[in-house]
C-alpha cells in the first residue's frame, strides 16, 4: 500500500520502514475520532473557499461522521498495510466517494493534520484529568470538614513538631490539587490552541479560513505563525505531562504518608482489608500495597517532563521525524494518571483515622510552643519565654498546655476549607469546557 507522500516510482526497505513507524499505530488508533473531528472542520473551510462542492462536502461529511460513529462503536480500525490513521481514513473515504475522497487534503499536510489531532487528543485528556482531579479534591475537603477536630502529631525533619489535625492533613493535600489544577488549566490553554492551516510549516498559497477551523473545533484561538504552530509540537505535550507530573508528586507525597502512619509504629490511620494484602510466611502482615504502588507509579510519571525535554533538546525550527516518538511518552501517561487518581479516590473512601491520638505522653513535647506562646500572651518577651520552656525540658518540670488556640486563617481552628473551595472553583470556571462541547456537538451534528 502506497503512502501519503510516496511518489509512484519509490519504495521504502523494509526494516528502515519498520524502525521510522515504530509503535506509532497502536497509539494513532487513539487518534481517530480527533483525526474525524478535524477533518470535518477542514473541509466545511474548504467548501466556503471553493475548494469543495456542496454536493461534495455534503457526501464527505456524512461519510465522516459514518467513520466517526464506528470509531465510538469500536469498529474502526487500522488496516494492515496503511500507514497511519490519517491515511485509514482518507482511504474510508476515497472507497466510499472516489474523487470526492481524494480532495480532502487540499490546503493540510500530515504534519498540522497530525498536530491538530493531537492538540485534540490533549484537550479531551486534560478535560478528562481535570474532572478526576476535581473528584479526588472534594473527597479530600470533605474528610477535612469530617475530621477536622481529630488531632494528629505534625512532624519536622522526622521529629514530632507541633499538633496538626486530620482536618489540616487531608484538606493539605486538597489546596495542593488547586495548585497542580492552575498547572493543568495551563497546559490546557496550549493545548486548545489550533495549528489547523500551518502546512509543514510554512502555510499555503490556498485563501484557507484558519479562523472558521479555530471556531469549528472550539479553539481558544489560533496558533497564529505558522512555524511556530509546528514548534508548538513537543511544548504541548511538555505541558501536558508537567501538569500531569505535578499532580503525580501530591499524590505520591499523599501515598508516602498513608504508607508511614498505616504503620504500627505510627498507628494513626488504617486501610480496610480489602485493601491490603498479607504476607506469605507472616500471617499478621496487612501491607499497604495499593499507597505503595501509587507511590511508585507516580514518581515514575515524575520523570516524564525530562524525556520530553531530551528528545525536544537542540532541535532547530520546522518539524522533526522524533517529534513522533512523544506519543509514547504522552498518551500512556494519561492513562496511568487517571488510574492513579482513581485509585487514590477509591483508597481515601475506605481510610479510617484513629482519635485520641496526642492524648498519649509520648507527645507531650508536641505542646511545647503552646506553652511559649502561653507566657509571651503574659506579658513575658519571646526569647525570655523560649528560654524558660527549654529549661523546664531540661529540668523535668515541663507541663504541657492542651489547650489549643489555633484560630488564624488556615490554622487548626479555622481551615478555611470554602475558601479552598472557591479556589478551586475559580480555577475550573477558567477552562471553559461548554464551549468546546458546543462546537465539537455542533460540527457532528
Not at 479531551?124 to 502529631?153: E, G, M, R, W, Y
Not at 484538606?171 to 509543514?200: F, I, R
Amino acid at each position: 500500500m502506497s503512502k501519503l507522500w510516496q511518489k509512484d516510482n519509490t519504495s521504502v526497505n523494509e526494516r528502515i520502514e519498520k524502525f521510522t513507524v515504530g509503535r506509532d499505530p497502536e497509539f494513532d488508533i487513539l487518534l481517530a475520532e480527533f483525526d474525524v473531528l478535524g477533518s470535518l472542520a477542514h473541509t466545511e473551510m474548504l467548501e466556503s473557499i471553493g475548494l469543495l462542492e456542496k454536493s461534495e462536502l455534503t457526501e464527505i461529511q456524512a461519510e465522516l461522521k459514518a467513520i466517526y460513529a464506528a470509531i465510538q462503536a469500536g469498529d474502526f480500525e487500522i488496516e494492515a498495510g496503511i500507514e497511519d490513521v490519517h491515511s485509514q481514513v482518507e482511504l474510508m473515504l476515497t472507497r466510499k466517494l472516489g474523487e470526492a475522497g481524494k480532495k480532502i487534503h487540499s490546503g493540510r499536510s500530515r504534519n498540522d493534520q497530525v498536530l491538530v489531532d493531537l492538540k485534540l487528543f490533549t484537550r479531551a485528556k486534560l478535560t478528562a484529568l481535570a474532572q478526576a482531579t476535581q473528584q479526588v479534591f472534594d473527597l479530600l475537603i470533605s474528610l477535612s470538614n469530617q475530621h477536622k477536630d481529630v488531632l494528629l502529631p505534625g512532624y519536622t525533619h522526622l521529629q514530632i513538631a507541633m499538633p496538626s489535625s486530620f482536618g489540616l492533613w487531608f484538606g493539605a493535600y486538597a489546596e495542593s490539587l488547586v495548585d497542580d489544577m492552575e498547572m493543568l488549566q495551563t497546559a490546557y490553554q496550549l493545548a486548545n490552541k489550533n495549528p489547523l492551516g500551518s502546512g509543514a510549516g510554512y502555510g499555503s498559497s490556498f485563501p484557507l479560513n484558519r479562523t472558521m477551523t479555530t471556531q469549528l473545533l472550539g479553539f481558544e484561538q489560533l496558533h497564529y505563525n505558522v512555524v511556530y504552530a509546528q514548534m508548538s509540537r513537543g511544548k504541548t505535550e511538555l505541558f501536558a505531562v508537567t501538569a500531569i507530573s505535578q499532580i503525580a508528586s501530591t499524590l505520591s507525597r499523599m501515598a508516602m504518608d498513608i504508607c508511614l502512619y498505616n504503620s504500627q509504629n505510627f498507628g494513626f490511620i488504617k486501610l480496610p482489608d480489602e485493601m491490603t494484602t498479607g504476607s506469605s510466611i507472616m500471617p499478621h502482615k496487612k501491607n499497604p500495597d495499593v499507597a505503595e504502588l501509587l507511590r511508585g507509579k507516580t514518581n515514575r510519571l515524575k520523570g516524564l517532563p525530562n524525556e520530553i525535554m531530551l528528545v525536544m533538546s537542540n532541535l532547530p525550527s520546522g518539524y522533526h521525524r522524533e517529534m513522533q516518538i512523544l506519543k509514547e511518552v504522552l498518551m500512556p501517561a494519561f492513562d496511568e494518571i487517571m488510574n492513579c487518581l482513581d485509585m487514590t479516590h477509591f483508597m481515601l473512601s475506605g481510610i479510617q483515622v484513629k482519635e485520641g491520638i496526642l492524648d498519649d505522653p509520648k507527645y507531650d513535647m508536641l505542646f511545647s510552643v503552646e506553652r511559649v506562646n502561653q507566657l509571651v500572651l503574659e506579658g513575658v518577651p519571646f526569647r525570655e519565654a523560649y528560654k524558660i520552656i527549654g529549661n523546664e525540658i531540661n529540668g523535668g518540670t515541663y507541663s504541657p498546655n492542651r489547650d489549643l488556640q489555633h484560630n488564624h486563617e488556615g490554622s487548626i481552628g479555622n481551615l478555611c476549607n470554602d475558601q479552598i473551595t472557591a479556589m478551586m472553583q475559580t480555577v475550573v470556571d477558567k477552562f471553559g469546557f461548554d464551549k468546546v462541547d458546543k462546537a465539537i456537538e455542533s460540527l457532528l451534528k
